[in-house]
């Protein structure tokens, strides 16, 4: 669970109670803002609000082990259609296909992505 601070909680889906918590770091400094989450591959994303970046952050320290960069995934012509809510919001993980899939609030398309090294 996120609320919007650099602390994520984890609960037991049963009983609902806390379990955990870490504080999700980058390079030592705290990231806040977290939003939208989603467990993929043993690593917890989150995109990180007002931004076109997603944390991917290991669940046990809490420690960004790398950043998505989505910026001009949407064109600037989709982006002020809706310039109120026009931000990237919503992350969804198909483990049976292994497809990762992105959108954000008010945004007319939803993409599969596809994670590359940065070269």
């Known amino acids: 669970m996120s609320d919007g601070s ?3 909680r984890f609960w037991d889906p049963e009983t609902l109670q806390e379990t955990g918590r870490v504080t999700v770091t980058a390079g030592g400094q705290a990231v806040r803002d977290l939003n939208e989450l989603e467990w993929v591959k043993g690593e917890i994303y989150a995109n990180v609000w007002q931004t076109d970046r997603i944390a991917r952050i290991d669940p046990a320290s809490g420690k960004v082990v790398g ?3 989505l910026a001009g995934l949407l064109s600037a012509a989709e982006r002020t259609e809706s310039p109120e809510g026009n931000v990237l919001n919503g992350i969804a993980y198909d483990a049976q296909g292994d497809r990762l899939f992105v959108t954000g609030k008010h945004w007319p398309k939803l993409f599969e992505i596809r994670l590359v090294k940065k070269q």
Do not use: A, S, T
């Open 6 to 8: 650099p602390e994520l």
């Open 67 to 69: 950043w998505i960069d």
